[in-house]
């Protein structure tokens, strides 16, 4: 009998105690969950723009002298807008998520590629072709 009613009150004590965790708002990780991204706080850039202020605004320069810019948004997605000569296009998505800056790679060439740390905690890749234009992200 004493036995029961110690086990009926561990059990009461631990669902007080998860309970307590769900109010409170604690979340608990695994231990091999990827390390936490910065604070999505965003700064604002023009055309409308917020993105994640550590990650800051990378560019490609082409040889003709255009410009496609690139962020990662509030919202974890890759982000990239070109320059023409009536100003620039509105920011789209490039189906990329990042946890990292975007680093370019060959600039100033047809055929740039950008490098991000991905959801995954992995390096993801996006080439541009001279020919038919930006690839899909890649490992």
């Known amino acids: 009998m004493a036995i029961s ?12 105690a998860l309970s307590g965790l769900a109010v409170t708002g604690v979340t608990v990780s695994p231990a091999n969950a990827a390390p936490a991204a910065p604070a999505a706080s965003g700064c604002s ?3 409308g723009a917020r993105y994640i202020c ?5 560019k490609v320069k ?8 690139f962020h990662v948004g509030t919202n974890w997605w890759v982000y990239s807008r ?13 189906h990329g998520m ?3 800056r975007i680093e370019v790679f060959n600039n100033n060439t047809w055929s740039p590629y950008l490098r991000i740390i991905g959801n995954d905690g992995n390096y993801w890749y996006r080439a541009r072709d001279a020919v038919n234009g930006w690839g899909s992200w890649h490992r």
């Open 5 to 16: 009613l110690l086990r009926r009150s561990a059990l009461s004590l631990g669902a007080v």
């Open 45 to 47: 850039y023009d055309g």
């Open 54 to 58: 550590a990650y800051g605004i990378s």
């Open 62 to 69: 082409y040889p003709n002298g255009q410009v496609e810019e």
């Open 82 to 94: 070109l320059s023409s000569s009536g100003g620039w296009s509105n920011w789209k998505p490039t």
């Open 98 to 100: 990042a946890r990292s």
